[in-house]
T-cell receptor, first 111, second 117 residues
Framework: GEDVEQSLFLSVREGDSSVINCTYTDSSSTYLYWYKQEPGAGLQLLTYIFSNMDMKQDQRLTVLLNKKDKHLSLRIADTQTGDSAIYFCAERGSSASKIIFGSGTRLSIRP | DGGITQSPKYLFRKEGQNVTLSCEQNLNHDAMYWYRQDPGQGLRLIYYSQIVNDFQKGDIAEGYSVSREKKESFPLTVTSAQKNPTAFYLC????????????????FGEGSRLTVL
């Protein structure tokens, strides 16, 4: 079945760039997403990319998609303490009526 | 303001009791979903509904039940048959696929944390 994988933890220094990586197995994915979850709250969509795109930039966020390797990454430039959260990678297949989520990457910021 | 409201935010249950989690949305979305979140395991789909009076099992439906009598409401009942119900439960909705602005994005509520004593 479909699977989405990402590492569980990432620690970066304040002001540096954070890069969170994700791999997925469904070759028919149409949309891929990055969600952010702050403690005790629901998920909020950060950004998404359509499968026919290679890159998408939105202010401090850059998403890169390598469809051949089924690899998705999220780069956060100039990481701030407010970026501390869990980041989920997710994908929706072409015929799927549901979204498959990764296990989430907990991003922590050190001074 | 449009959004998804989940209640209660915190709930404690004794073993053997059923409990119902409420999810209401005023976004006029057709599709609604229930996910369960456990630490380090991400989100797992319990049930989803694409239209009123219809719903499908997700990956971990055993021990749960749902109803979809109204477009705005998709309550989840955690039954006594659910062996390990302590978790954070998230409700979500999405716009119709034939919408011109469709991106497949899910809109989430703030979650309900259920603890079984």
């Amino acid at each position: 079945g479909e699977d989405v994988e990402q590492s569980l933890f990432l620690s970066v220094r304040e002001g540096d760039s954070s890069v969170i990586n994700c791999t997925y197995t469904d070759s028919s994915s149409t949309y891929l997403y990055w969600y952010k979850q702050e403690p005790g709250a629901g998920l909020q969509l950060l950004t998404y990319i359509f499968s026919n795109m290679d890159m998408k930039q939105d202010q401090r966020l850059t998403v890169l998609l390598n469809k051949k390797d089924k690899h998705l990454s999220l780069r956060i430039a100039d990481t701030q303490t407010g970026d501390s959260a869990i980041y989920f990678c997710a994908e929706r297949g072409s015929s799927a009526s549901k979204i498959i989520f990764g296990s989430g990457t907990r991003l922590s910021i050190r001074p | 303001d449009g959004g998804i409201t989940q209640s209660p935010k915190y709930l404690f249950r004794k073993e053997g009791q059923n409990v119902t989690l409420s999810c209401e949305q005023n976004l006029n979305h057709d599709a609604m979903y229930w996910y369960r979140q456990d630490p380090g395991q991400g989100l797992r789909l319990i049930y989803y509904s694409q239209i009123v009076n219809d719903f499908q099992k997700g990956d971990i439906a055993e021990g749960y039940s749902v109803s979809r009598e109204k477009k705005e409401s998709f309550p989840l009942t955690v039954t006594s048959a659910q062996k390990n119900p302590t978790a954070f439960y998230l409700c979500a909705s999405s716009i119709p696929r034939d919408s011109g602005s469709y991106t497949g994005e899910l809109f989430f509520g703030e979650g309900s944390r259920l603890t079984v004593l």
